[in-house]
């Protein structure tokens, strides 16, 4: 898996349309085991998320990011993380962890002195600076079915989806991943406003590649195109509810 962040001065560059550099984190078994500093020669949103993809990114890491860019990023399949601040190393460390607390939807807190007020050449078109964020998405369906992704149904159950869904990465063949199963699937009949998915990283390895999945069984949470946070291995039903109620 790598994560990119824009950076400056060892901090997250608050500006993605602005940022000279970005930092790519190497990633294995949840611990960062390189790091390096690149430089995009082209700063279009287009340019800069295609440059990305071609290093291998996995996931975004970023500040203020209007709708343009974010709508580059997510044409190259690339996961984002908006509206984080802080060390570009330790905000990593917290995604990793699954500590890092973020918003979703695209913003732009930025000014331009002495420049004409409008984002659409720095962020993207992102309704106006100070943009505020959206309202909470708040589920009014029940599930009562694990969702079991492949390619051809992602985009319908996971990217149009702005609800809550957890994705559990498994194989046949893998043990704790059969440990964990009925887990899974008795925490999915009792949390019936959350969509339980399934990937089989054997079947749809290009997901699990979408994903950095590096390890199994993993567990991802996503809403509203956004990875919120994430946890390997088996665990505990409780652990499990704990995590979802933190992306509430």
Request: charged share 25%.
């Amino acid at each position: 898996m790598k994560i990119a962040v824009p950076y400056e001065s060892g901090e997250v560059f608050q500006h993605f349309g602005h940022a000279a550099e970005f930092k790519i984190y190497t990633v294995e078994d949840i611990k960062p085991i390189e790091s390096k500093i690149v430089k995009p020669e082209n700063v279009s949103h287009e340019a800069v998320a295609g440059y990305l993809k071609k290093l291998g990114v996995d996931l975004l890491i970023c500040g203020g990011i209007g709708d343009g860019a974010r709508e580059a990023i997510e044409a190259e399949h690339i996961l984002l993380c908006s509206n984080v601040s802080g060390k570009a190393d330790e905000v990593v460390d917290q995604f990793l962890d699954g500590s890092l607390e973020f918003m979703t939807g695209s913003s732009c807190d930025h000014h331009h002195d002495k420049e004409e007020h409008a984002c659409g050449g720095c962020c993207g078109s992102c309704g106006g600076c100070h943009s505020e964020p959206r309202e909470p998405y708040e589920e009014t369906r029940t599930f009562t079915e694990i969702v079991h992704l492949t390619e051809e149904n992602f985009q319908h159950e996971v990217l149009d989806d702005p609800g809550l869904i957890v994705i559990d990465f498994w194989a046949e063949w893998c043990q704790p991943c059969r440990m964990m199963a009925p887990t899974f699937e008795e925490l999915s009949r009792e949390e019936n406003k959350v969509k339980f998915c399934k990937v089989n990283v054997d079947e749809q390895p290009n997901l699990a590649s979408m994903f950095g999945i590096d390890s199994i069984p993993t567990l991802a949470v996503v809403q509203d195109r956004h990875t919120l946070t994430g946890m390997v291995g088996v665990h505990e039903k409780e652990d499990i509810r704990s995590m979802l109620n933190s992306c509430r």
